[in-house]
């Protein structure tokens, strides 16, 4: 019976084992991702709402096992719809993050390190603790941090993808090839937001209107800085050059100084992936560099920047791109034929971008750039015959005149090497270059035409410095296409090579050439006499003033006659010039410029 009792039991236990035994269940009328949520599921079929508006998979979709069971709750994970910890820099700026290790994809997209601040639980390095050696790996690098991002230090990844540190080789880089100093030694810290937001404020309000820097759209830069997708070494240049012409803080002239070397150092060592925005970097750190008196790097540098420009083919118009990025490249590559003309100083062996390679076309108007508005301009080449269209643009003007500097200068270097059996040709080159002065002049609409009353209307305009540069930069070509005929001066013909000239063709030469510095002068005295006072300005503005009180000088001591200025005139006149010099004192090269020695002792260099 025991036996027989057993067999039964167990019987019992298997039928009841077997599913098709079993009642029928009632069908769930929750899925899956609402039981997890503790969420209501309105149980509609084959997708609920929930899921539906959430995007997960519901459980009613599964036609094989649309039951609800223990195995596929265990098994059942919701996705993540926030990140665990977002980085420091996407919360200092309130940015989403996406949590991804070793960087999120903001820092990713931007550049720039991804620190994560450390929770209860985990205790992390602090980035000032982090080994520097070459070893770092990017797990080491990944660890939290629980420095700020405005105090956090950069690394950056060499080709084989590891990371320096401050100390690694690559920060100890000086680009003038000196021994670094104790303050290139240390961690290189980025800027915080407010300084960044200063830059953008002074450099917009400031310095963009400065021909050089009139590449960059505004609307589009800060569009893609509070994307997160502003690139690293761009943002390090703005910083760099805006704090060395404008005061923003204590300190932040040298720290800028910092951030230009950081900047060359990211750029030259990534030389073989040449893009449009290391070549803005390159303009201005070349522009600092000059700025700074370091020319030698800045000569160098343009090499760089003209192969990434040829190499992108810059020169050349690209009809796929929108009219934004087409005119920003033009402007961009404006810029650098502007700095190499006054880099090789009108010497053809250091010509790096002859004007016959430019095929694009000039700059348009402000007004288009800033809001988008195709405009179709003319060419550099050739000289126009014809007046210019009252739709011209400022910046157009100034590169076309820089351009005629140029010739003008390639002209004079010439002449000074030509044998003197040859120089019965210099007549006719002079008259040349002289016309086409003349036709840039005549050919000016009304409202650029220099007047005292058209400089009162730019006063208070951002587009003052290019209208007082055209007419300042017009009259220097006339003072260095005439004064190789200032007997004594250093860029003057020898006397026996004037002597084959025509005495009264020299004549008019001189007087035209004291004629143009002195009304030069004169420029310079209703700029003094704004209310607005002096924009910010190249240093082309301070190098003309020093050339125009020069030859003054010149001409008082060596033909007062013919200059018919008495001693207090010119007294007077050089005091003038040496106030405008001063405009850009605070900078290294103008300094040079207005030292008292060059001044004082301009009447006794000749």
């Avoid at 943002?235 to 720290?255: F, H, K, N, Q």
């Avoid at 003094?528 to 190249?538: A, E, H, K, Q, R």
Wanted: proline share 6%; with cysteine.
């Amino acid at each position: 019976m025991v036996a027989a009792d057993t067999a039964a039991e167990v019987a019992a236990d298997a039928a009841a084992a077997d599913p098709s035994n079993r009642p029928p269940k009632k069908s769930s009328q929750t899925c899956i991702p609402c039981r997890v949520r503790k969420v209501r599921c309105d149980g509609r079929r084959d997708v609920c709402q929930n899921c539906e508006r959430l995007g997960f998979t519901c459980s009613f979709q599964d036609a094989a096992s649309p039951n609800l069971d223990s195995e596929s709750l265990t098994n059942f994970t919701l996705p993540r719809r926030r990140v665990r910890l977002a980085c420091a820099n996407c919360h200092s700026r309130k940015a989403r993050c996406s949590g991804e290790t070793p960087k999120c994809a903001r820092c990713q997209a931007q550049g720039i390190e991804c620190v994560y601040k450390p929770t209860k639980r985990s205790g992390g390095l602090s980035s000032a603790s982090q080994p520097t050696h070459q070893g770092t790996t990017d797990s080491e690098l990944e660890s939290v941090s629980s420095e700020p991002p405005e105090k956090r230090v950069m690394t950056t990844k060499d080709n084989q993808g590891s990371h320096h540190g401050p100390q690694g080789p690559d920060h100890g880089y000086e680009p003038n090839g000196a021994a670094p100093t104790a303050s290139s030694r240390e961690p290189f810290v980025f800027p915080d937001e407010a300084l960044i937001q200063r830059t953008f404020n002074n450099f917009f309000r400031h310095i963009h209107h400065v021909p050089t820097f009139s590449f960059l759209h505004r609307a589009s830069l800060m569009q893609r800085y509070h994307a997160g997708m502003m690139d690293k070494a761009l943002l390090l240049a703005l910083v760099g050059i805006t704090s060395l012409l404008m005061d923003l803080g204590p300190g932040t002239r040298e720290y800028g100084a910092r951030c230009i070397d950081e900047c060359q150092t990211m750029v030259l060592q990534d030389l073989e992936n040449p893009s449009t925005i290391k070549i803005q970097a390159l303009v201005l750190i070349m522009k600092h560099r000059m700025l700074s008196r370091k020319f030698t790097t800045a000569f160098m540098l343009a090499a760089t920047a003209a192969r990434f420009a040829y190499a992108l083919r810059l020169n050349y118009e690209n009809p796929n791109l929108c009219f934004l990025a087409r005119e920003s490249r033009r402007r961009l590559m404006w810029a650098l034929l502007t700095i190499d003309s006054s880099i090789n100083g009108g010497c053809s062996d250091f010509t790096l971008m002859p004007s016959e390679s430019m095929h694009i076309q000039l700059p348009c108007t402000e007004r288009n750039f800033e809001f988008d508005l195709p405009q179709v301009t003319e060419y550099l080449r050739p000289v126009p015959t014809r007046p210019f269209p009252d739709d011209v643009g400022s910046l157009a003007l100034h590169v076309r005149l820089l351009w005629m500097r140029s010739r003008v200068l390639y002209c004079t270097k010439n002449v000074l090497g030509m044998p003197e059996s040859e120089l019965a040709q210099l007549p006719e080159l002079v008259k040349v270059l002289s016309e086409e002065l003349t036709g840039f002049n005549d050919h000016l609409p009304a409202s650029f035409k220099f007047s005292e009353s058209n400089l009162q209307l730019r006063a208070y305009s951002p587009r003052l410095c290019v209208y007082i540069m055209i007419h300042v930069w017009w009259r220097q070509c006339y003072c260095d296409l005439y004064r190789m005929f200032l007997v004594g001066l250093k860029e003057a013909l020898p006397q026996s090579g004037l002597t084959r000239l025509d005495p009264s063709f020299v004549s008019y030469c001189v007087r035209q050439c004291y004629e143009h510095a002195l009304a030069m002068a004169d420029i310079f005295k209703l700029v003094l006499s704004l209310d607005g006072g002096l924009p910010v300005t190249d240093l082309d503005l301070p190098a003309c003033a020093y050339q125009c009180a020069r030859i003054i000088y010149f001409g008082y001591q060596a033909n007062p006659g013919d200059i018919g200025l008495t001693s207090n005139q010119v007294h007077e006149i050089g005091t003038r010039c040496l106030t405008i010099a001063k405009s850009m004192e605070h900078v290294p090269a103008g300094a040079s410029i207005v030292s008292y020695d060059s001044w004082d002792h301009l009447i006794t260099l000749y």
